[in-house]
């Protein structure tokens, strides 16, 4: 059996949802080049299949081999019983494709769990139950400092169960320094590495010769509310007020 790397994304893209951790994806594909990456990803639908359906899709793409499972719980309209509801077919699904994979391809080198939120759990159990590393690796803005209200929204036994992986992860990484130290701020790490989102330096590059006149800007997001456009735009007008 090859040895593989098992990859748990808390985002990743999908056919309803294609840009959502599509950087995830970029840093499969980058991984990819150097070990065998297989992707496991479960993820709720919104619309679509009739309640109680499920769909998984799988394909590769030389080392990169991607099982993506989407699934539509059934909803009584009672909200926390609908979200025990979702959480019991998340985990079922997910337990039940990496078992999956771990019998076609045996035991991985280690696990990369990216986004603590949704695979806390099983992540700091299959470190322990197999024995092989953990790295996981951050993009949630909830563990920014700035975002310390809305941190401390989550549930005390949630936020208990990330600082139990995190403090048993072999590696941490984040996608900034401000990160990191939000996470070292709320979690009680003690160190991290930063490794920026990927980028495909064959289409976004640096021009040789910028162009003089108009200068045109780009914001490129889903438009969450901590994007902050409506602060972007009060920038660049304070910016053109005072004619820069």
Not at 14 to 21: N, S
Not at 73 to 90: E, L, R, V
Not at 110 to 127: F, P, Q
Not at 139 to 156: M, R
Request: hydrophobic share 45%; net charge positive.
């Amino acid at each position: 059996m090859e040895n593989y790397v098992l990859w748990l994304p808390g985002w990743y893209p999908t056919k309803q949802c294609p840009f959502e951790g599509d950087f995830i994806q970029r840093h499969a594909k980058a991984a990819a080049l150097y070990r065998k990456i297989i992707v496991v990803f479960v993820k709720k639908e919104s619309n679509g299949n009739k309640a109680g359906s499920y769909n998984i899709m799988r394909q590769s793409d030389g080392n990169l081999i991607e099982i993506i499972c989407t699934y539509k719980p059934f909803s009584c309209g009672i909200s926390f019983i609908d979200k025990a509801i979702s959480y019991f077919n998340y985990h079922r699904h997910l337990k039940k494709m990496i078992r999956e994979v771990i019998a076609k391809n045996g035991i991985p080198l280690g696990i990369h769990t990216h986004v603590i939120a949704r695979n806390a759990g099983i992540s700091l159990y299959l470190k322990r139950k197999l024995k092989i590393p953990l790295i996981l690796s951050e993009h949630w803005s909830v563990f920014l400092q700035a975002s310390a209200d809305e941190f401390g929204k989550i549930n005390f036994l949630i936020r208990r169960k990330w600082k139990s992986a995190f403090q048993a992860a072999d590696k941490i990484t984040v996608v900034s320094d401000v990160l990191g130290k939000g996470l070292q701020h709320h979690m009680m790490i003690a160190n991290y590495a930063v490794i920026p989102n990927v980028v495909d330096t064959r289409i976004f590059y640096p021009a040789v010769s910028p162009s003089a006149g108009v200068v045109n800007f780009l914001h490129i997001s889903l438009g969450g509310p901590h994007k902050n456009l409506p602060g972007i735009f009060k920038a660049f007008a304070i910016l053109k007020k005072n004619n820069i």
